[in-house]
DNA sequence: CGCATTCCCTGGGTGC
DNA sequence: TGCACCCAGGGAATGC
């Protein structure tokens, strides 16, 4: 699940290989996941066209062309962006979208499941898209700081921890993965709410966010399905990292308690209880 | 308004 | 081996 170092690896992997090249065709074997244009409309929006920049916001991409054009994309579960040589066998059966440059190279965008998003706009996209308009700050940026996150998270008095890290309105970009070595780092249950921070943990949850982001970024992001980031079925190194997430049962590093799996608002959620303190039972939904 | 739940999807896993 | 079923989850929509 593409979180934001895995954005951050697509975008490297992809920008100065398409950066300026002329879009001279684009095939569209599946439309659903374009959002708000027809084929033809999508088509003509890229046609002879360059990509001129590509920018990240939160887990969204960003692609810029000419006439303040732009292209937004989120990869949501499974999507993938990858630049190919013509010849390139297809990483899967499930090529969406292909932008063609004019020089035997391609732009390919894989979606097993078909839940990424695809939209185009004639102006700027940050006022435009509805979705981008709401993303909140990036984690590395100076301005979140202790009261922009305490303002943000005091909002949601009743709201466990876990979930107001995946709100993408406070800090942009923590996915499910992340989400859970963040407060393993912090030492915070996911389930407690910030009637249980103090400022020391606000700062501990900005701090621990962006190095474990940045460690991600180091290592390309992190493979726990099917995510691989090039065209040589490369994939990220972070799983071996990881402290809590995928470690169900297994002895926790800090304390050799085994790290215990459940189910926090729809989501996997691994913690370990010794180091992360005793659950909030009344947040807990239990398994059917 | 805040907060919880449902929905979209399909490959992989499980049980019979 | 085949078939029915369940599960994973980001974010929008819906429910209360």
Known sequence: MPELPEVTTFINNIKDKIINKKIIDIIINNNKVIKNATNKEFKEF???????????????????????????????????????????????????????????????????????????????????????????????????????????????????????????????????????????????????????????????????????LNNAIKANGTTVASYSFDNHFNIGKFQEQLKVHTRNNLPCYECKNLIKKTKLNGRGTYYCSSCQGEVYKKSIKKHK
């Open 46 to 212: 890229f046609m002879n066209e360059k990509f001129l920049k590509i920018e990240r916001k939160g887990k969204y991409f960003i692609f810029f062309l000419s006439n303040n054009k732009s292209f937004v994309l989120h990869l949501r579960m499974e999507g993938k962006i990858i630049f190919h040589l013509k010849n390139d066998p297809l990483l899967n059966s499930h090529n969406l979208v292909t932008w063609i440059f004019d020089n035997n190279e391609e732009l390919r965008y894989y979606d097993t499941r078909l839940f990424g998003t695809m939209h185009i706009y004639y102006s700027d996209p940050y006022l435009n898209d509805k979705s981008l308009s709401k993303v909140g700050l990036e984690p590395f940026d100076d301005k979140c700081d202790l009261n922009y996150l305490k303002n943000k998270m005091q909002k949601h008095p009743k709201t466990n921890l876990k979930t107001l890290l995946l709100d993408q309105s406070i800090i942009a970009g923590i996915g499910n993965i992340y989400a859970d070595e963040i407060l393993f780092a912090c030492k915070l249950n996911p389930t407690w709410t910030i009637i249980k921070l103090n400022d020391e943990d606000y700062l501990n949850i900005i701090n621990n966010t962006k190095m474990i």
